[in-house]
């Protein structure tokens, strides 16, 4: 058994909130920044925890991981990505009926990757409602404009990790 702290991380609303948005994207990539206060948090889990961070958002396949940690660096976060979480649903051009199937399919990407490295302790944090799916290892974000500075969202995670 794997018995690391694993950190599996959405982006959008997560640590781009909706009012990043409204903005331009980022001069260094094709993407909104994130949201300094959702960094500040992130940083702060990273420095108690220190997670092993794997890429659940649909950012991974727009960005491998290595850019992805450019992302990261462009936008101050301390953490390094390990890897992305498998592709379940075919191409980027492939679109969902609806949203219960994006959430379905989020949730069993990071419950095979889980399943996959023999991983027991870990927390994935997303603004999709993956409770159906992952009723106990998952903390939602919400609120789209707060991501993870939302109230007790930093509180649930170390919950789960520590």
Known sequence: MNSNKYLFL???????TTKQHFG????????HPFDSKCV?????????????????????HFFNVLELNKIFVENGVNGVITDVTPSLWGGKEDRFN?????????AAEIL???????????????DLNLFPWIPINFVWC?????GLKQS???????KNLI
Do not use: M
């Open 10 to 16: 959405d982006i959008d609303s997560v640590l781009v």
């Open 40 to 60: 500040k948090v992130l940083n702060q889990i990273i420095e108690k925890v220190n997670p092993i961070i794997i890429i659940s958002s649909d950012w991974k």
């Open 98 to 106: 609806n949203l219960q199937q994006l959430e379905e399919c989020r």
């Open 152 to 158: 007790n969202v930093k509180e649930k995670i170390f």
């Open 142 to 146: 919400t609120h789209s404009t707060e």
């Open 112 to 126: 095979q990757y889980v399943k996959e490295h023999e991983i027991t302790n870990w927390v994935a944090v997303d």
């Open 24 to 31: 331009r994207y980022h001069k260094n990539y094709d993407g």
